[in-house]
């Protein structure tokens, strides 16, 4: 049916709390890292529904300026103030770009497995055995990501890594891997699932994450993955930004 006629749209009650939010976040009067009132406090402050409210929040969640930690409420974010430094497409380690938190240190474990029909496909080489890595980002008592890694043996072998020294390993994975890469492929996917290796260790966000698969290309060898990660990063203290240009 064809009609000139235009229908106005009745700007939404939510919309005009998010900004009444956003100007409070802006002008300080919720700085970065502090927590929001309680819902209950706040959408009595602002003469507002619950429901209301939490429709504000989740756009505000969504825009990546506040977080929601269950249990504990809703927090101003660092990446606020710096969006524009987060770009997946550079080459560098995708943790640090794309988790909002800081970490106070890197768990680091590993192990020697078999080469599997897996390995040989996201290595795309057959190896004599294969390192496994997982590295596990702390904040005090709180796991805030998960990352797993595969190297060939042939790959640790000619780069003399010393699987003795975990402070060298640790320093490979998180920098000089990618001074090394002549380039790398990012795959980004949604799960649920997170396998630890150690059961006991729970991941914050109930297993919500995204899982960012990085390979990761050297520059003596195109051809060849220099390594295999999986990286978790919990839906709530992910900030993820790609940059379109026009071709």
Wanted: charged share 30%; net charge negative.
């Amino acid at each position: 049916m064809n009609s000139n006629k235009s229908d106005k749209l009745k700007r939404p009650l939510y919309i005009n709390v998010y900004d009444e939010l956003l100007l409070q976040i802006t002008k300080g009067e919720f700085p970065i890292g502090s927590r929001l009132p309680s819902e209950p406090d706040l959408a009595k402050e602002l003469g507002v529904s619950r429901a209301t409210l939490r429709q504000a929040l989740v756009l505000l969640q969504d825009d990546g300026l506040v977080r929601n930690i269950r249990g504990k409420g809703n927090f101003v974010i660092e990446t606020f103030s710096k969006q524009d430094d987060v770009q997946l497409e550079k080459l560098s380690n995708p943790m640090h770009k794309c988790h909002v938190s800081t970490f106070d240190r890197i768990d680091l474990h590993y192990r020697l497995d078999p080469d599997t029909e897996h390995t040989k496909q996201v290595l795309k080489r057959d190896s004599t055995a294969v390192l496994a890595l997982e590295r596990l980002y702390r904040k005090g008592d709180e796991l805030l990501a998960y990352a797993f890694t595969f190297i060939s043996m042939q790959t640790v072998e000619s780069l003399s890594l010393d699987l003795e020294n975990n402070e060298q390993l640790l320093q490979f994975l998180e920098e000089e891997a990618y001074l090394m890469a002549n380039h790398g492929d990012i795959e980004i996917r949604y799960t649920h699932t997170v396998n630890l290796a150690e059961r006991k260790e729970k991941l914050v966000g109930h297993n919500e994450c995204f899982l960012l698969l990085e390979t990761l290309y050297s520059v003596t060898e195109s051809d060849q993955p220099l390594m295999y990660t999986k990286f978790y990063i919990p839906q709530e203290f992910s900030n993820i930004k790609l940059n379109a240009y026009k071709s």
